[in-house]
Protein backbone atom coordinates (compact mmCIF):
# COMPACT_ATOMS: atom_id res chain seq x y z
CA UNK A 1 0.00 0.00 0.00
CA UNK A 2 1.56 3.55 -0.83
CA UNK A 3 2.10 6.17 2.10
CA UNK A 4 1.12 9.41 1.52
CA UNK A 5 4.49 11.29 1.26
CA UNK A 6 5.25 14.50 -0.01
CA UNK A 7 8.79 15.67 0.38
CA UNK A 8 11.84 13.47 0.96
CA UNK A 9 15.48 14.02 1.31
CA UNK A 10 18.68 12.47 0.29
CA UNK A 11 22.30 12.67 1.51
CA UNK A 12 25.95 11.32 1.35
CA UNK A 13 27.82 10.55 4.37
CA UNK A 14 30.85 9.15 5.78
CA UNK A 15 33.57 7.83 2.93
CA UNK A 16 33.05 8.51 -0.82
CA UNK A 17 32.19 5.85 -3.23
CA UNK A 18 32.04 5.58 -7.15
CA UNK A 19 28.67 5.23 -8.17
CA UNK A 20 27.11 7.53 -5.45
CA UNK A 21 25.71 10.15 -8.07
CA UNK A 22 24.02 7.17 -9.85
CA UNK A 23 22.29 6.33 -6.45
CA UNK A 24 21.29 9.57 -5.76
CA UNK A 25 20.02 10.39 -9.03
CA UNK A 26 17.97 7.21 -9.46
CA UNK A 27 16.41 8.55 -5.96
CA UNK A 28 15.83 11.86 -7.30
CA UNK A 29 14.08 10.49 -10.28
CA UNK A 30 11.66 8.12 -8.72
CA UNK A 31 10.52 10.34 -6.16
CA UNK A 32 10.23 12.69 -9.11
CA UNK A 33 8.25 10.04 -10.98
CA UNK A 34 5.67 9.51 -7.70
CA UNK A 35 4.72 12.86 -7.74
CA UNK A 36 7.23 13.51 -4.70
CA UNK A 37 9.57 16.61 -3.91
CA UNK A 38 13.51 15.28 -3.34
CA UNK A 39 15.89 17.80 -1.19
CA UNK A 40 19.46 17.18 -1.77
CA UNK A 41 21.26 17.11 1.98
CA UNK A 42 25.18 18.83 1.53
CA UNK A 43 27.36 17.73 3.67
CA UNK A 44 25.82 14.31 5.16
CA UNK A 45 24.56 14.61 8.34
CA UNK A 46 25.87 18.04 8.82
CA UNK A 47 24.06 19.11 6.18
CA UNK A 48 20.51 18.17 8.30
CA UNK A 49 21.95 19.84 11.36
CA UNK A 50 22.91 23.09 9.59
CA UNK A 51 20.09 23.22 7.17
CA UNK A 52 22.62 23.08 3.71
CA UNK A 53 20.28 21.78 1.27
CA UNK A 54 19.23 22.07 -2.69
CA UNK A 55 16.42 21.46 -3.96
CA UNK A 56 16.41 18.71 -6.55
CA UNK A 57 15.17 18.09 -10.09
CA UNK A 58 15.94 16.65 -13.55
CA UNK A 59 18.78 19.34 -14.12
CA UNK A 60 20.41 18.92 -10.86
CA UNK A 61 20.34 15.24 -11.87
CA UNK A 62 21.23 14.83 -15.82
CA UNK A 63 24.61 14.20 -16.59
CA UNK A 64 26.08 12.70 -12.83
CA UNK A 65 25.50 9.01 -13.30
CA UNK A 66 29.19 8.77 -15.15
CA UNK A 67 30.58 11.25 -12.80
CA UNK A 68 32.92 10.05 -9.68
CA UNK A 69 32.29 11.37 -5.90
CA UNK A 70 29.06 12.65 -4.64
CA UNK A 71 27.45 16.06 -6.18
CA UNK A 72 25.92 16.31 -2.75
CA UNK A 73 29.70 16.29 -1.10
CA UNK A 74 29.96 14.32 1.90
CA UNK A 75 31.22 14.76 5.58
CA UNK A 76 31.88 13.12 8.66
CA UNK A 77 29.62 14.48 11.45
CA UNK A 78 30.38 14.24 15.50
CA UNK A 79 27.76 16.67 16.12
CA UNK A 80 25.44 13.98 14.71
CA UNK A 81 26.39 11.77 17.28
CA UNK A 82 25.12 13.71 20.08
CA UNK A 83 21.68 13.65 21.33
CA UNK A 84 22.07 17.75 20.54
CA UNK A 85 23.11 16.90 17.07
CA UNK A 86 20.12 14.50 16.28
CA UNK A 87 17.44 17.52 17.82
CA UNK A 88 19.12 19.78 15.40
CA UNK A 89 18.05 18.17 12.64
CA UNK A 90 15.40 16.46 12.94
CA UNK A 91 14.16 20.14 13.27
CA UNK A 92 15.55 20.32 9.97
CA UNK A 93 13.89 17.38 8.79
CA UNK A 94 10.29 19.06 10.28
CA UNK A 95 11.22 22.51 9.13
CA UNK A 96 11.49 21.25 5.56
CA UNK A 97 8.93 19.12 5.91
CA UNK A 98 10.63 16.07 5.00
CA UNK A 99 8.60 13.03 5.67
CA UNK A 100 11.83 10.56 4.71
CA UNK A 101 15.40 10.70 4.41
CA UNK A 102 17.52 8.38 1.70
CA UNK A 103 21.10 8.44 3.79
CA UNK A 104 23.64 6.79 1.45
CA UNK A 105 27.18 5.55 3.09
CA UNK A 106 28.25 2.67 5.81
CA UNK A 107 27.95 1.14 8.57
CA UNK A 108 28.41 4.57 10.68
CA UNK A 109 25.82 6.53 8.20
CA UNK A 110 23.64 3.16 9.08
CA UNK A 111 23.86 4.05 12.95
CA UNK A 112 23.37 7.58 12.30
CA UNK A 113 19.94 6.70 10.31
CA UNK A 114 18.54 4.51 13.02
CA UNK A 115 19.52 7.61 16.21
CA UNK A 116 17.33 9.48 13.30
CA UNK A 117 14.30 7.13 13.16
CA UNK A 118 14.31 6.67 16.76
CA UNK A 119 13.46 10.52 16.81
CA UNK A 120 10.68 9.80 14.50
CA UNK A 121 11.98 9.81 10.94
CA UNK A 122 11.61 7.40 8.44
CA UNK A 123 15.41 6.81 7.02
CA UNK A 124 16.57 4.15 4.44
CA UNK A 125 20.00 3.55 3.96
CA UNK A 126 22.25 2.53 0.91
CA UNK A 127 25.42 0.61 1.39
CA UNK A 128 28.01 2.56 -0.49
CA UNK A 129 31.67 2.04 0.52
CA UNK A 130 34.59 0.36 -1.66
CA UNK A 131 35.62 -1.68 0.74
CA UNK A 132 32.85 -4.00 0.63
CA UNK A 133 33.12 -4.48 4.09
CA UNK A 134 29.11 -4.04 5.17
CA UNK A 135 27.55 -7.22 6.95
CA UNK A 136 24.18 -6.65 5.65
CA UNK A 137 24.86 -6.59 2.08
CA UNK A 138 27.13 -8.91 -0.66
CA UNK A 139 27.57 -6.08 -2.64
CA UNK A 140 28.26 -2.12 -1.41
CA UNK A 141 28.49 0.91 -4.44
CA UNK A 142 31.63 1.85 -5.35
CA UNK A 143 33.59 -1.69 -4.80
CA UNK A 144 33.72 -2.59 -8.87
CA UNK A 145 35.12 0.27 -9.93
CA UNK A 146 37.51 0.47 -7.41
CA UNK A 147 38.73 -3.16 -8.18
CA UNK A 148 38.57 -1.62 -11.82
CA UNK A 149 40.99 0.88 -10.61
CA UNK A 150 43.38 -0.77 -9.03
CA UNK A 151 43.61 -3.15 -11.87
CA UNK A 152 43.74 -0.51 -14.05
CA UNK A 153 47.00 0.66 -11.77
CA UNK A 154 49.07 -2.69 -11.53
CA UNK A 155 48.60 -3.42 -15.40
CA UNK A 156 50.63 -0.37 -15.75
CA UNK A 157 53.14 -1.31 -13.19
CA UNK A 158 53.43 -4.78 -14.16
CA UNK A 159 54.52 -3.18 -17.76
CA UNK A 160 57.81 -1.50 -16.20
CA UNK A 161 58.50 -4.15 -13.49
CA UNK A 162 58.25 -6.85 -16.40
CA UNK A 163 60.90 -4.62 -19.01
CA UNK A 164 63.14 -4.59 -15.74
CA UNK A 165 62.68 -7.98 -14.32
CA UNK A 166 61.73 -6.57 -10.73
CA UNK A 167 59.23 -7.24 -8.03
CA UNK A 168 56.43 -5.06 -6.91
CA UNK A 169 54.72 -4.46 -3.67
CA UNK A 170 51.22 -2.38 -4.29
CA UNK A 171 48.80 -1.37 -1.46
CA UNK A 172 45.49 -1.21 -2.01
CA UNK A 173 42.58 0.21 0.24
CA UNK A 174 39.75 -1.92 1.89
CA UNK A 175 40.45 -0.83 5.73
CA UNK A 176 39.87 -4.00 7.90
CA UNK A 177 38.83 -6.09 4.88
CA UNK A 178 40.28 -7.85 2.59
CA UNK A 179 38.34 -7.84 -0.43
CA UNK A 180 39.60 -5.60 -2.75
CA UNK A 181 43.34 -6.87 -2.25
CA UNK A 182 41.82 -10.22 -2.99
CA UNK A 183 39.41 -9.74 -5.76
CA UNK A 184 42.55 -7.67 -7.74
CA UNK A 185 44.89 -10.27 -6.74
CA UNK A 186 42.74 -12.75 -8.91
CA UNK A 187 42.10 -10.37 -11.88
CA UNK A 188 45.84 -9.19 -12.30
CA UNK A 189 47.34 -12.35 -11.50
CA UNK A 190 49.19 -10.99 -8.18
CA UNK A 191 52.45 -13.67 -7.20
CA UNK A 192 51.14 -13.21 -3.85
CA UNK A 193 48.38 -11.32 -1.83
CA UNK A 194 47.99 -10.76 1.98
CA UNK A 195 44.79 -10.00 3.19
CA UNK A 196 43.45 -9.40 7.11
CA UNK A 197 41.05 -12.23 7.08
CA UNK A 198 44.11 -14.82 7.01
CA UNK A 199 46.92 -14.96 9.43
CA UNK A 200 49.84 -13.33 7.75
CA UNK A 201 53.20 -15.43 7.32
CA UNK A 202 55.38 -13.53 5.01
CA UNK A 203 57.73 -16.09 4.73
CA UNK A 204 54.90 -18.98 3.44
CA UNK A 205 52.72 -16.49 1.50
CA UNK A 206 54.97 -14.11 -0.14
CA UNK A 207 58.92 -15.67 0.15
CA UNK A 208 58.09 -18.83 -1.25
CA UNK A 209 55.56 -17.96 -3.91
CA UNK A 210 58.06 -15.72 -5.09
CA UNK A 211 60.90 -19.03 -5.30
CA UNK A 212 58.12 -21.21 -6.68
CA UNK A 213 57.42 -18.24 -9.14
CA UNK A 214 61.31 -18.31 -9.83
CA UNK A 215 61.97 -21.15 -10.10
CA UNK A 216 58.92 -21.62 -12.45
CA UNK A 217 61.17 -19.25 -14.60
CA UNK A 218 59.27 -16.02 -13.65
CA UNK A 219 61.36 -13.03 -13.25
CA UNK A 220 59.12 -10.20 -11.90
CA UNK A 221 56.67 -10.63 -9.38
CA UNK A 222 53.67 -9.01 -8.07
CA UNK A 223 52.76 -8.62 -4.16
CA UNK A 224 49.53 -7.49 -3.35
CA UNK A 225 49.23 -6.23 0.34
CA UNK A 226 45.46 -5.13 1.72
CA UNK A 227 45.98 -2.34 3.86
CA UNK A 228 44.72 -4.14 6.93
CA UNK A 229 46.97 -7.17 6.49
CA UNK A 230 50.58 -4.63 7.19
CA UNK A 231 52.14 -1.74 5.30
CA UNK A 232 53.67 -2.40 1.98
CA UNK A 233 56.98 -0.96 2.84
CA UNK A 234 57.58 -3.54 5.85
CA UNK A 235 56.68 -6.17 3.55
CA UNK A 236 59.29 -5.08 1.05
CA UNK A 237 62.06 -4.79 3.55
CA UNK A 238 61.11 -8.82 4.41
CA UNK A 239 61.44 -9.33 0.80
CA UNK A 240 64.57 -7.63 0.32
CA UNK A 241 65.59 -9.79 3.45
CA UNK A 242 64.77 -13.08 2.73
CA UNK A 243 65.60 -12.81 -1.27
CA UNK A 244 68.05 -9.81 -1.70
CA UNK A 245 65.19 -8.35 -4.29
CA UNK A 246 64.80 -4.79 -4.26
CA UNK A 247 61.02 -4.81 -4.27
CA UNK A 248 59.32 -0.88 -6.02
CA UNK A 249 56.20 -0.21 -3.41
CA UNK A 250 53.54 1.32 -4.32
CA UNK A 251 50.73 2.86 -2.21
CA UNK A 252 47.40 3.22 -4.33
CA UNK A 253 45.72 5.14 -2.21
CA UNK A 254 42.58 7.52 -2.92
CA UNK A 255 42.90 6.80 -6.12
CA UNK A 256 41.02 4.05 -5.60
CA UNK A 257 38.29 6.11 -4.81
CA UNK A 258 37.30 8.55 -7.32
CA UNK A 259 36.80 7.61 -11.46
CA UNK A 260 33.96 6.93 -13.62
CA UNK A 261 31.31 4.23 -11.53
CA UNK A 262 31.20 1.27 -13.93
CA UNK A 263 28.60 0.04 -15.11
CA UNK A 264 27.78 -2.78 -12.27
CA UNK A 265 27.93 0.37 -10.03
CA UNK A 266 25.61 2.55 -11.74
CA UNK A 267 23.03 -0.46 -12.48
CA UNK A 268 23.08 -1.34 -8.89
CA UNK A 269 23.03 1.39 -7.55
CA UNK A 270 19.85 2.65 -10.10
CA UNK A 271 18.36 -0.36 -8.54
CA UNK A 272 19.17 0.51 -4.96
CA UNK A 273 18.06 4.17 -4.95
CA UNK A 274 14.64 3.31 -6.93
CA UNK A 275 14.05 0.55 -3.97
CA UNK A 276 14.73 2.99 -1.69
CA UNK A 277 12.30 5.72 -2.89
CA UNK A 278 9.76 2.49 -2.59
CA UNK A 279 10.78 1.59 0.75
CA UNK A 280 9.72 4.79 2.09
CA UNK A 281 6.34 4.74 -0.13
CA UNK A 282 5.25 1.95 1.21
CA UNK A 283 5.47 3.12 4.83
CA UNK A 284 8.83 0.96 5.51
CA UNK A 285 10.91 3.25 6.62
CA UNK A 286 13.88 2.21 8.97
CA UNK A 287 15.79 -0.26 6.51
CA UNK A 288 18.52 -0.60 4.92
CA UNK A 289 18.49 -1.74 0.82
CA UNK A 290 21.09 -5.00 0.40
CA UNK A 291 21.82 -7.15 -2.65
CA UNK A 292 21.49 -10.74 -1.53
CA UNK A 293 21.94 -13.34 -4.35
CA UNK A 294 21.59 -10.91 -6.79
CA UNK A 295 18.46 -9.36 -5.43
CA UNK A 296 17.67 -6.59 -4.04
CA UNK A 297 16.42 -6.78 -0.61
CA UNK A 298 15.45 -4.83 2.45
CA UNK A 299 16.23 -5.27 6.02
CA UNK A 300 15.46 -3.55 9.52
CA UNK A 301 18.02 -1.32 10.12
CA UNK A 302 18.89 -2.60 13.59
CA UNK A 303 18.84 -6.22 11.92
CA UNK A 304 21.64 -4.89 9.08
CA UNK A 305 23.98 -3.56 12.13
CA UNK A 306 24.26 -7.10 13.77
CA UNK A 307 24.70 -8.69 10.27
CA UNK A 308 28.34 -10.13 9.55
CA UNK A 309 29.01 -11.40 6.09
CA UNK A 310 31.31 -14.22 5.32
CA UNK A 311 34.49 -13.26 3.76
CA UNK A 312 34.19 -16.03 0.35
CA UNK A 313 37.60 -17.52 1.32
CA UNK A 314 36.95 -20.08 -1.29
CA UNK A 315 38.12 -17.50 -3.68
CA UNK A 316 41.68 -17.48 -2.20
CA UNK A 317 42.22 -21.00 -2.79
CA UNK A 318 41.40 -19.95 -6.41
CA UNK A 319 44.11 -17.63 -6.01
CA UNK A 320 46.57 -20.21 -4.69
CA UNK A 321 45.47 -22.65 -7.63
CA UNK A 322 46.41 -20.62 -10.11
CA UNK A 323 49.71 -19.25 -8.30
CA UNK A 324 51.44 -22.37 -7.13
CA UNK A 325 53.10 -22.62 -10.35
CA UNK A 326 54.50 -19.40 -10.85
P1 LIG B 1 32.75 4.61 5.47
O1 LIG B 1 32.43 3.16 5.18
O2 LIG B 1 33.27 5.31 4.33
O3 LIG B 1 33.58 4.82 6.72
P2 LIG B 1 30.58 5.28 7.19
O4 LIG B 1 29.18 5.65 6.91
O5 LIG B 1 30.80 4.01 7.98
O6 LIG B 1 31.32 5.27 5.80
P3 LIG B 1 31.41 6.93 9.43
O7 LIG B 1 32.35 8.07 9.51
O8 LIG B 1 31.60 5.78 10.35
O9 LIG B 1 31.37 6.47 7.91
O10 LIG B 1 29.92 7.47 9.71
C1 LIG B 1 29.40 8.56 8.96
C2 LIG B 1 28.65 9.48 9.86
O11 LIG B 1 27.51 8.80 10.42
C3 LIG B 1 29.41 9.98 11.08
O12 LIG B 1 30.28 11.05 10.78
C4 LIG B 1 28.27 10.41 11.99
O13 LIG B 1 27.76 11.66 11.58
C5 LIG B 1 27.21 9.34 11.70
N1 LIG B 1 27.32 8.30 12.73
C6 LIG B 1 28.23 7.30 12.84
N2 LIG B 1 28.03 6.57 13.95
C7 LIG B 1 26.96 7.12 14.58
C8 LIG B 1 26.25 6.82 15.78
N3 LIG B 1 26.59 5.81 16.58
N4 LIG B 1 25.19 7.62 16.09
C9 LIG B 1 24.83 8.63 15.30
N5 LIG B 1 25.47 8.96 14.15
C10 LIG B 1 26.50 8.23 13.80
Known amino acids: MEHKIKRIGVLTSGGDAPGMNAVVRAVVRTAMSRGVECIGIRRGYNGLIKGDFIRMDA ?130 GATAVLIPERSVDVERDVVEKIRQARLAGRTHFMVVVAEGAGSAMDISAKIHEATGLDPRVTVLGHIQRGGSPTSRDRETGTRMGYEAVQALMSGNGNCVIATKDGKIVNIDIEEALAMTKEFPMDRYDVLEAVTTNG
Do not use: W
Request: charged share 20%; glycine share 14%; with cysteine.
Open 59 to 188: GTVSHIIEKGGTVLYTARSEEFKTEEGQKKAVDTCRLLGLDGVIAIGGDGTFRGALALSRHGIPVVGIPATIDNDIGCSQYTIGFDTACNTAVYAIDMLRDTMQSHERCSVVEVMGRQAGYLALYVGIAT
